[in-house]
């Protein structure tokens, strides 16, 4: 009761200082920006890990070089509708695509660009969910055998469309007195897909399996195999059951050696940006000392009164330990409702800095997404919370203190 008449208390009176409001804003805009980056780190390696798990394969098999006598190495997989057999009993495989791949060059109405040409069968491409998202590619994926499907920014480079033929240029072709002649293919633009990332929206062209075979003089023979699995997060754990049915005739190359220096990238900088925004946190409630002590100074007399009257230095001390955590608490609470909302509500709020900066904030080329990512979590708001309250209370415990052990005597001496 007594913390809430102070708290309620005008300046006037001696109640709360200036620097109390002070220290509730620094809060609220400490949690805030805490709550804000944890959710934009949260999105934006989900989103990063979706782009990756639903366009690339979760595990990759390779076969083993061979060479022949004149030392020319071969890795191809003679044997790859058998490999892909053993792989797809295996349990927690849901999908085990021969393909063929080759980078060439591809050239539309003057323009070029390279790409990466992957052959598979159009029942394997089912199996890449952002490659056949309906919601954002365009096309007819029915008449996948007729053509080829190109990325959205395949599309964009070459300036083709959907209906249009593009020429897929291949330095390795036939090999002739004269040397080697490029293999060049003209192909109809089927399907354009957008996959989510950059990167693959850029280079990548899907085309038939028999057709990328015979282009690339590969008849009867696979690249590799891409598998698919139930459980991506913990591939691993089916690497040892795919060596038990491949033996040694292969070598396995999982989503997570391909893109684990950037996952552990993303890690350091979540662990560094959490300690950085745990320092602004920190120093934020600091200013609920300053304001204590004032609140302190200016009650002297009333705690020398409430002394003298009996009450206790624990009572003193909960008294204001009361009225610096509610600064606490308080701003923690406005925080969380800040960051919550920034992180619902994203898409307009980047959408209108992108606007008033004119344009050019966000550049996929760099980032490799699209958009700016938000995914709000309990545990992150959770953290948030817990970080916000307890270096509240801490930091309150001392000016309280203070205030409980000052001596009635002195305080009421030259009242």
């Known amino acids: 009761m007594i913390a809430w008449r102070y708290l309620r208390a005008k300046r006037a009176e001696g109640g709360v200082s200036v620097m109390t409001w002070i220290s509730l804003l620094g809060i609220t805009l400490a949690v805030f920006a805490l709550i804000a980056t944890l959710s934009v780190r949260a999105g934006f390696r989900a989103e990063f890990v979706d782009t990756i798990l639903g366009a690339n394969p979760h595990l990759s098999v390779y076969g083993v070089t061979q060479y022949d006598e004149a030392g020319n190495g071969d890795d191809t997989l003679r044997d790859y509708e058998a490999l892909a057999g ?83 240029i291949s330095p390795d072709g036939a090999k ?34 028999a057709e990328a075979q ?94 003298t009257l009996g009450l206790s230095e624990g009572a003193v001390l909960r008294i204001f330990f009361l009225c610096g955590a509610f600064t606490g608490i308080a701003g923690t609470l406005a925080g969380v409702i800040l960051g919550c909302l920034f992180a619902i509500y994203i898409d307009p709020i980047f959408a209108a800095v992108n606007a008033l900066s004119g344009g050019g904030v966000w550049d996929p080329s760099i980032r490799g997404i699209y958009y700016l990512p938000a995914k709000l979590q309990a545990s992150d708001v959770l953290s948030a919370v817990a970080l916000s309250l307890g270096m509240s209370f801490v930091v309150t415990i001392f000016p309280a203190r203070r205030a409980a052990r000052m001596n009635p005597v002195d305080a009421l001496r030259y009242e």
């Open 86 to 168: 053993k792989i797809r009993a295996l349990p927690g495989v849901t999908s085990a695509a021969p393909v063929v791949t080759g980078q060439v060059m591809a050239s539309h109405g003057g323009r070029n660009a390279g790409v990466q040409v992957t052959g598979i069968t159009r029942a394997d491409l089912d199996s890449l969910p952002r490659v056949i998202d309906p919601a954002t590619g365009h096309g007819d994926l029915d008449r996948f055998a007729e053509g080829v499907a190109i990325g959205s920014g395949v599309a964009q480079s070459l300036g083709a469309t959907v209906g249009d033929r593009i020429k897929l």
């Open 176 to 209: 002739t007195p004269f040397g080697t002649s490029p293999r060049v293919g003209t192909f109809e633009v089927v399907y354009i897909f957008s996959a989510g990332r950059y990167d693959i929206d850029q280079v990548r062209v899907y085309m038939p399996f």
């Open 214 to 307: 015979s282009y690339f003089n590969l008849e009867g023979r696979a690249g590799l195999i891409e598998v698919m699995v139930e459980d991506p997060e913990h591939v691993e754990r089916l690497i040892p059951d795919v060596w038990n049915v491949l033996g040694n005739d292969a070598v396995l190359y999982s989503w997570r050696d391909a893109s684990g220096a950037f996952l552990r990238a993303l890690t350091v900088e979540d662990n560094v940006m959490f300690v950085i925004l745990s320092v602004l946190v920190l120093i934020a409630t600091m200013n609920i000392v300053s304001g204590l002590i004032m609140l302190v100074k200016n009650k002297g007399r009333d705690i020398g009164i409430l002394r």
